[in-house]
């Protein structure tokens, strides 16, 4: 499952210029008149973000490695679909994996972080959900976009390849797994695919999963909540979702790892309310609770997508997120596992 490492594009000599000579392009035919220079505020092993101030606010311009590069070809379909809670895209070029957007809003984590007050977070997840839900029957169109194929059926399958992968699992090393993790890992298996057997027979319909949503990802424009950042999307089982919410969460408030609190518990009905169309709201919990128990897996696959491909360097700066995710999955019982406080 090892991928061939390639460098990141924007580390090619005269990559930054060309990218800067687009965004000049693009702010002209837009009528966009430059206040400064092109910035690179950050980049990662994974995409590279510039911005560009004007006049009308700043432009941000944003290219993932080619393993991620789906996220702009499902960015601008998004975008055409759902403009109420995307991001204003200006233009795409989904040749090269280059998007530039108007300036979005505030993260929510600008507002929960220095008041500890989750109120920011309501009525973003049933707004979410709805998303799922109108997104649940275009998959078939997610999946020729490239959002990467991690539907119940098929993640029995991508875990034991994952398993095959050693390196990026770090076997016997500090962090990774140990030889004796992987073993159990190995010899669940079986009981991962029931798993997912079980939670699809809760008939809640597949769709897009935006793999990372946090109150980082959270933009807030006019009152309204805006989804950014899709390149770890997948087409998976919707509740799995849930995990990395409650992990953003758990850090916005400093609360212990694997926390699941009455708050978040309102968060997961707020959520669920609109699946009500599917199931009783218990059998919905219930298969909360099931998906929560796979999303580790799911998150594994996300990153293991990522490092694979994005550069000699990356594994080495972040070695945690594969095997930590795995060994979350070794650890069923916690109260985040279960949804329950």
């Known amino acids: 499952m090892t991928e061939q490492l390639t460098p990141q594009p924007w580390a090619r000599p005269g990559w930054l210029a060309d990218a800067g000579a687009w965004i000049h392009a693009a702010a002209e035919r837009h009528g966009l008149t430059p206040t400064g220079p092109v910035e690179q505020p950050h980049t990662y092993p994974w995409s590279c973000v510039l911005r560009l101030p004007t006049t009308e606010g700043a432009l941000w311009f944003k290219a993932p490695v080619p393993s991620v590069a789906h996220e702009v070809a499902v960015t601008q379909a998004l975008a055409g679909w759902h403009p109420d809670c995307l991001v204003e895209l200006l233009e795409a070029d989904t040749g090269r994996g280059w998007m530039l957007m108007r300036d979005a809003g505030t993260p929510l984590r600008a507002q929960i972080r220095p008041t500890k007050d989750l109120r920011p977070w309501r009525g973003v997840l049933a707004r979410y959900a709805e998303l799922q839900i109108e997104l649940s029957a275009r998959v078939p169109e997610l999946l020729q976009l490239g959002a990467p194929d991690q539907r119940l059926a098929q993640l029995p399958a991508l875990f034991e390849q994952l398993l095959t992968d050693t390196a990026m699992l770090r076997l016997d090393q500090s962090p990774g797994l140990s030889a004796a993790e992987h073993r159990q890992l190995l010899e669940l298996a079986q009981h991962f695919q029931g798993q997912c057997a079980e939670l699809a027979t809760f008939g809640i319909p597949e769709s897009l999963n935006h793999g990372d949503l946090h109150d980082g990802n959270v933009l807030v424009r006019a009152g309204r909540a805006i989804f950014f950042d899709w390149g770890d999307g997948c087409v998976t089982h919707p509740f799995v979702s849930l995990r990395t919410v409650f992990v953003s969460v758990a ?18 009905d707020e959520y669920l309310e609109p699946w009500t169309r599917y199931a009783p709201r ?36 972040y070695p945690l997120p594969v095997p930590g995710l795995l060994q979350e999955y070794l650890e069923p019982d916690s109260p985040s596992m279960l949804l329950t406080e």
């Open 251 to 268: 850090n916005s408030l400093e609360l212990d790892d694997f926390a699941f609190t009455a708050a978040m518990a309102e968060m997961r």
């Open 282 to 317: 218990e059998e919905l919990r219930a298969a909360a609770t099931a998906a929560r128990r796979i999303a580790p897996i799911v998150g594994a696959l996300g990153w293991h997508r990522v490092l694979s491909t994005a550069g000699a360097g990356a594994r080495e700066k």
